[in-house]
């Protein structure tokens, strides 16, 4: 029987924590607060920036929303980005990606203050990854699927995890998270992708798939062995006639397929998403913490 992993069940669990911490740094005076600039009128961004802002105050934190002209300059974006790293209030910064063509997106990654660098993308953030520091921010989806599998009980300590995909906001910072040396990592990973040889051979050979390719029901049933774990990170829209949208979403996974040969598989939506922002928040909170 294949377990569901519930994504939002285990995200109202980190919340809880999170009031909390929340409510013993109020003690203490200081409100964590998390700064979400978005550039133009992506609608997709723009919701995902609305859920952030949304969480934040049900949380308790202090949420600054900044919406942007889609018209921004480089440089004027990146005086706002300076603007927040010299705001006391502020704990985390996050620019919504992407933001439109003409802007270099890792400048603005570059110029944001490590220690407020919540999504974990700065350069100094991803070597304190590399160096197993703790101090250092992780991205939040790497740290969501981490924090899914083992309130799942899922074992990842001495287990062959295959990533696919290689992305610096997916791909690659799981794989290093995983490999930690500690009670949290110890996997044996693998990371494939599209241009991989043998791929179906080398995810079959994996106790736990981390499909994170960005390509609609690309995991297939032949992809993996019976009883493996599967956490699908992937999103797409793929076109629906009978939906009132005219789309559906769809993971990395063709999950109907998939999911009769699993011990667990996560949904999409409903899986690794939800995560995502809980762990925005957790970083944000960590943030917190150090300014003290």
């Known amino acids: ?24 740094l109020k003690a203490k005076g200081v409100t964590p ?3 979400v600039i978005l550039v133009g009128d992506n609608p997709a961004s723009r919701a995902y920036v609305r859920s952030k802002d949304r969480m934040c105050r049900e949380l308790g934190l202090h949420s600054m929303k900044l919406e942007l002209p889609a018209s921004t300059t480089q440089i004027d974006l990146l005086a706002r980005v300076e603007e927040l790293n010299r705001d006391s209030s502020i704990h985390g910064i996050l620019v919504q990606s992407p ?38 921010f992780v991205p939040c989806t790497p740290l969501g699927v981490q924090r ?75 992809h993996i062995r019976e009883g493996a774990v599967v956490v699908d990170v992937g999103i797409n829209r793929v076109h629906d006639r009978l939906s009132e949208r005219g789309y559906r979403l769809v993971g990395d ?34 943030a917190a913490k150090q300014s003290l």
Do not use: C
């Open 33 to 35: 607060g998390l700064a």
């Open 148 to 222: 899914l599998l083992l309130e799942t009980g899922v074992e990842i300590s001495g287990a062959h995890v295959v990533v696919l995909g290689r992305s610096m906001i997916v791909g690659k910072p799981l794989a290093l998270l995983l490999m930690q040396k500690n009670k949290n990592g110890n996997a044996t990973v693998t990371v494939v992708h599209s241009r991989s040889g043998n791929l179906a051979q080398t995810t079959r050979s994996a106790d736990i798939v981390i499909a994170a390719i960005g390509r609609a029901e690309f995991l297939r049933a032949d």
């Open 1 to 24: 029987m294949t377990k569901l992993i519930d994504g939002r069940a285990i995200a109202d669990k980190v919340y809880i924590d999170l009031r909390r911490e929340v409510a013993e």
């Open 253 to 286: 996974v063709a999950f109907e397929e998939v999911s009769k040969k699993t011990s667990a598989i996560t949904p999409v939506p409903g899986g690794v998403g939800p995560m995502t922002i809980a762990m925005l928040m957790a970083n944000t909170v960590k």
């Open 99 to 136: 933001p439109p063509a003409h802007i270099d997106e890792a400048a603005i990654v570059r110029a944001l203050a490590p220690h407020k660098d919540v999504d974990g993308f700065h350069p100094e953030n991803v070597a304190r990854l590399v160096l197993e520091d703790p101090s250092g």
